[in-house]
């Protein structure tokens, strides 16, 4: 018996190299890798410049996707509404 590598499933397998239980799970596999490395390259492409959030002129992280520095970038309705839909998902 092996474990899926993505939802650690068991499953069996004659293939040695099989590392997924279903095609479901090695696409999702091989999507989340697809998007991490966009990530990577589009990070990597942000070193060296410099950005700044548009309202208070802070410098951005590389790691900040968004215009705002995470000050600003906390909106009280947009909070609420994360916060709703996950109640929502709780019931
Ligand atoms: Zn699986
Ligand atoms: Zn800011």
Redesign the pocket.
């Known amino acids: 018996m092996k474990h899926?590598s993505?939802?650690?499933?068991e499953?069996k397998t004659d293939i040695s190299y099989q590392i997924?239980?279903?095609a479901?799970?090695r696409d999702a596999a091989t999507k989340e890798k697809i998007a991490a490395r966009y990530v990577y390259a589009r990070r990597q492409k942000r070193k060296g410049k410099d950005r700044k959030c548009k309202q208070c002129d802070n410098k951005l992280s590389i790691y900040n996707d968004d215009n705002l520095c995470i000050e600003c970038n906390i909106n009280p309705s947009e909070v609420s509404k994360v916060l709703k839909q996950i109640k929502g998902k709780a019931k």
């Open positions: 899926c993505w939802c650690d499933n499953f997924y239980c279903s479901t799970c």
